[in-house]
Every structure is written in structure tokens, then in C-alpha cells.
């Protein structure tokens, strides 16, 4: 089993739609969990960052951590075509100087004009 | 804003050739990363490295080697490039681990086939 689970889509919506992308994971001792956006044929850089439980809320984007579940959420309002990219969870426990961040293989995210 | 270039976007190379990946930060971060990523497969950590001169293997290290003689610098060697290692190669980097500077900074990628 792997440490991070993430459905690897595609999942495909209207503009204007409220997009859920979800991870699950196994290790209890993940504190630390973001949100990558990768475009195609790009590297992926960091939309979002919680720590601990609970949501953060960064414009028409809003990450939700539920950590008695093991299961972390990213939520798009309003959706764009521009949000069309692949979208990868990742978590840490962060307790070293280089600890390791595991990553979920991605959703593809299509957003239809 | 972070910064992390690769040397190529695009290389083409041959089975047993020697390969060199560059990867350059301008943030002055202790922490340096070598992933592969490959559909369905996700990223995987090849090395990383955590100072000047020290590198730990990550989850798939055989076939490549790491140097990192500054701290902005850390390059990915492959020693006789198999066709295997066809791949999108990322580079990222971090601050040293704690508080908020949990995150990673990835490079645009070097999309790396071996013929």
C-alpha cells in the first residue's frame, strides 16, 4: 500500500464548477500536507501549505486537512480554464533537517469552457 | 521569489553515454532534491542533499550519482545511461526543515530520453 493515495482522474468539469480533489494517506505522523500545481511539461509549484488539521482558505482556493481520517482535501471555487493542470498532495512529518516530503502521483484536472 | 534552474528542458542521449543534469538555486536553501517523475508513478526521490558535500540516497538511487560541491549547486549524474531512465528529471529545493519552511521548490524539469 502506498503511503499517499491520490485517484489519478482525469476529472473533467464545466467552468464555473466547485472542483474536490482528495488524498488519503497512511502514516499518522504527517504534519505538514500541501498542494502542488503542475502544468504540462512544467515543474510543479506550491499553491498550497496547511499544518496540522483544519482549512486554509487562499482566494478560490480553500485545503482542508482531517487528520482522525488520514484524508486531506483541496476545494476550487469558480473554476477556470487556467486551472486545467495536474494537481499532486504531498505531506511530511517535518521533524529533521531534510525530511522527506511524499508525494501523490496527481489528478488530472480539465476544466471546460 | 525562489528561483531553481536546470541546465536543459529537452535532452536526447544514448544507452551508455554518460549524463549530466545541472540544477542551480538562488536562495541560498540548505536542502536539495533529485526526483524522477513518470506517469502513473508519481515523483520519486533519486538523492538529496542537505549541505555542501552531503548526499543521502533517496527511494530509487542505483544507476545515478549526485555532486554537490557548492551550496547552490547540485548535479545529477547518470554513469551509462540505460533506456530505463527515460524520464522527466526535477530538481527542488528547501530551507532547513521547521515551522513554515516545510515546502519544496521545484525547477521547470529536464525531459531527458535515452535512445
Known amino acids: 500500500q502506498k503511503e499517499v493515495e491520490q485517484d489519478p482522474g482525469p476529472l473533467s468539469v464545466p467552468e464555473g464548477a466547485i472542483v474536490s480533489l482528495n488524498c488519503t494517506y497512511s502514516?499518522?505522523?504527517?504534519?505538514?500536507f500541501m498542494w502542488y500545481r503542475q502544468y504540462s511539461r512544467k515543474g510543479p509549484e506550491l499553491l498550497m501549505y496547511t499544518y496540522s488539521s483544519g482549512n486554509k482558505e487562499d482566494g478560490r482556493f480553500t485545503a482542508q486537512v482531517d487528520k482522525s481520517s488520514k484524508y486531506i482535501s483541496l476545494f476550487i471555487r469558480d473554476s477556470q480554464p487556467s486551472d486545467s493542470a495536474t494537481y499532486l498532495c504531498?505531506?511530511?512529518?517535518?521533524?529533521?533537517?531534510?525530511?522527506?516530503?511524499?508525494f501523490g502521483s496527481g489528478t488530472r484536472l480539465s476544466i471546460r469552457p | 521569489d525562489v528561483k531553481v534552474t536546470q541546465s536543459s528542458r529537452y535532452l536526447v542521449k544514448r544507452t551508455g553515454e554518460k549524463v549530466f543534469l545541472e540544477c542551480v538555486q538562488d536562495m541560498d536553501h540548505e536542502n536539495m532534491f533529485w526526483y524522477r517523475q513518470d506517469p502513473g508513478l508519481g515523483l520519486r526521490l533519486i538523492y538529496f542533499s542537505y549541505d555542501v558535500k552531503m548526499k543521502e540516497k533517496g527511494d530509487i538511487p542505483e544507476g545515478y550519482s549526485v555532486s554537490r560541491e557548492k551550496k547552490e549547486r547540485f548535479s545529477l549524474i547518470l554513469e551509462s545511461a540505460s533506456t530505463n531512465q527515460t524520464s522527466m528529471y526535477l530538481c527542488a529545493s528547501s530551507p532547513i526543515a521547521g515551522g513554515s519552511q516545510e515546502t519544496q521548490y521545484f525547477g521547470p524539469g529536464t525531459r531527458l530520453l535515452v535512445l
Open positions: 504531498a505531506m511530511s512529518p517535518g521533524y529533521s533537517s531534510a525530511s522527506k516530503i511524499i
Open positions: 502514516n499518522s505522523a504527517f504534519q505538514y
